[in-house]
């Protein structure tokens, strides 16, 4: 999920298919935690076993990555809340190859356009297109050596829009904190 001032997105990508579930324009936090919910409970197959009622997730809580600015914060902190271990994402952060990116926006983006280039993979078209937000992206080496994108308000002033879509399939290439593995004895 992604808030830049237009839309929240809501972008799944499994396998070699992404494409954007839904989208709203709601600042409201439970409005997108709801949304959040219902996405999970809707990529869950609940069958009965052995007079057991047994539920697989094909999307897990600590698949989701959330936008962990603004509203996405709130809507973070309150999944938390009620038991979903979702992943708050701060894109100005650290990335996993700080060698490389400048922060995890930049390691994500390049992530997905290498993703985007394979030639087994999809991007799944709405009416509107939406995908063509990718094509806004710049990327620059900085002084220091590292990949980085354009600024968003930059990027704002170039195109009189937000690249809402574009940052939510970005974040579908996030990676989750390692939960502790933890014995207790």
Known sequence: MA???????????QGNLAWFET???SNDTMTNVNEVIRLIEKYTHTQIVE???VKTRFLKPEQVFIDDIGIGRGVT?????LGYAVNGISVGGKPKDPEKYKNIKAENYW????WVKKADTRLIHDKDNRWHQM???KY???TDKV????????????TSKSPDFAEAFMLTFSVADPTPNLTWL
């Open 147 to 158: 990949l980085q994108i354009e600024p968003k308000e930059d990027l704002k002033k170039r």
């Open 140 to 142: 620059k080496v900085s």
């Open 3 to 13: 808030g830049g001032g237009d839309y929240n997105v809501y972008a799944i990508r």
């Open 111 to 114: 992530l997905a356009q290498e």
């Open 51 to 53: 007079d057991k009622e």
């Open 23 to 25: 989208w709203n324009r």
């Open 77 to 81: 902190d309150r999944l938390k809340e």
């Open 135 to 137: 094509t806004w992206i």
